[in-house]
Every structure is written in C-alpha cells, then in structure tokens.
C-alpha cells in the first residue's frame, strides 16, 4: 500500500532553520561592528568639542585680559608681545589713525587652531576673527593622472 505523505519535509524545514540563524547571526556582527565604529566616532567628537571649548575658553580669557590691560593703558603699542597667559604669543600692529590690530593663535588640537583678530581703538573694541583654521601646510595636487591611451 502506498503512503501518500502531504507537507513539508523534516530536511527542508531543517534548511530554512539553518538559513534563518545564519542571517541573525550575520546581521549581529553587522549590528556589534556599527555600533562599535559609533562608539568610536562618538569619542571622537567629544575629544574635539572639549578641546574646542577648552581653547575658545581659554581664548576668551586671553581676549580679557588684553581688552583690560588696553583700557587700563598698560597696553605695549606694536610688536610680538608674550601674552602673561598660557605663554601665547600676541602680534601687534598699529596703522596710521589710533587703531590697534591684536592677534593671536591658541592651539586647539594637532590639526587646528583658534585665530583671533582684535581691534582696539579709543571709541570701540572689536573682534575681527575667530575662527578655526588648520595647522597643517597644503599642498596643491594639480595633476591630473588619466590614462593617455598607451
């Protein structure tokens, strides 16, 4: 007599299971080497914005001060002055009319710095800059590498 067997059998569903762990298990890996390169990336950014804040902290400290000693006329007129805070060389420069032109830079990270431009004149004390720029040369790559047919 003949056995008429209906469904499915015992080796596919075993396939389907062995399929189904496997694709849990990869997308796993996938999902611990994601949030691993977050974690990292996170760290990252947190390095920077504490060294930011701690450089702009301390720019903003140096700035009173020089804004202080320029009110209290103890101010040097032009030159490269050392900064009594931080050890931060400042650079004077004074044009024709009353008007002093102060900068400095204060070191943010191995890759950028902290420019600040001040201008200080009997009516009115101005910041020109303050801005992040590198610390590293650049360099201008103009080739252009295509292939010339040979």
């Known amino acids: 007599m003949k056995q008429n067997v209906r469904g499915v059998g015992v080796g596919t569903v075993s396939l389907v299971l062995i399929f189904a762990v496997l694709c849990l298990t990869v997308f796993a890996v996938l999902t611990l080497s994601t949030a691993n390169a977050e974690k990292t990336m996170a760290n990252r950014t947190a390095d920077f914005i504490t060294s930011y804040y701690n450089a702009d902290t301390n720019a903003t400290i140096i700035t009173a001060h020089i804004l202080e000693s320029y009110r209290s006329g103890n101010f040097p007129e032009?030159?490269?002055?050392?900064?009594?805070?931080?050890?931060?060389?400042?650079?004077?420069?004074?044009?024709?009319?009353?008007?002093?032109?102060?900068?400095?830079?204060?070191?943010?990270?191995?890759?950028?710095?902290?420019?600040?431009?001040?201008?200080?004149?009997?009516?009115?004390?101005?910041?020109?800059?303050?801005?992040?720029?590198?610390?590293l040369d650049w360099e201008v790559d103009d080739t252009l590498p295509v292939w010339d047919g040979t």
């Open 78 to 135: 032009e030159g490269d002055i050392d900064a009594s805070f931080f050890g931060v060389p400042l650079t004077a420069k004074q044009n024709d009319s009353d008007i002093l032109y102060v900068s400095f830079i204060y070191k943010v990270n191995d890759v950028l710095n902290l420019s600040v431009k001040l201008r200080l004149s009997e009516e009115r004390e101005m910041v020109l800059e303050w801005r992040l720029v590198s610390s």
